[in-house]
């Protein structure tokens, strides 16, 4: 299985050089967990949450290096836990290139600096800004991990992010529940491809110390809430003890809204979103 992992890795790393995405369309990595590369328009890359420490925990082992990601533009990051803020991956991109941009809460810039990201490649995700990047136009929006966490002098501690990019909107949830005003904020945005995590939570896991998020039904229940064309669930396949399966996501939507387009990405899929406005 690892020689397989490897082998798709070198692929991954071909196809981001060579996939040309046209307007109205965007290219999607799946690399677990709540792990994804995103390309569009000018050939910018952008990783959200890269978790590619090889530890022994983790379900499957990570397609490559985390240094072999040589030409990423922006990593995003929804907040400061581990599986989301990597130090390894971290520090291994900021390394390979000093371009790279890094937008994340400010609750995680010492981090960020630990790893050795320079003061000037760290973008705030700041939630009272409409963008913290125009470039690729990024937004972050509050993330309630269970619960907001909030202060004055920091903003909140988790995100979500919003990308307005090659005439499609995405919404990647980071880790959340659904909270008042989501659903009113996602129809505002005309969110055309949403990533939410579907592993959900509990008493048991929480007296384990193990903050969950929305669920297989609330992911479902919100995508069509707001409007969203296509789901992909993320969050549900690295953990022994916090995981789901996938296929329980397309069964509800089925027996409920079958109408809702759903795709469950393979693993370390490439899957290219063609937005209803595309040409």
Sequence with gaps: MELEHSKRGLEILKELKSTEVPKGMLAVWFLGQNSVLIKGEGNKIVCIDPYLDPAPYRAFAPPFQAE??????????????????????????AKVNNQTKFIAPAYCHDRLQECGVSPENIVSADTNLDWCCTDVKIKAIPAAHEEFEYSPDYGHRFVGFIFDWNGVKVYHAGDTVIYPDLVDTLKREAIDLALLPINGRDFFRNQREIIGNMDVREAAELAVAAGVDTLIPLHYDMFQGNSEKPGRIIDYLYENYPMQKCHICARFERFIYVSPNAL
């Design 68 to 93: 072999m990601l040589t030409n990423i533009d922006y990593v995003c990051i929804s907040h400061d836990h581990s599986d989301h803020l990597d130090p390894y991956a971290v520090e291994a991109i």
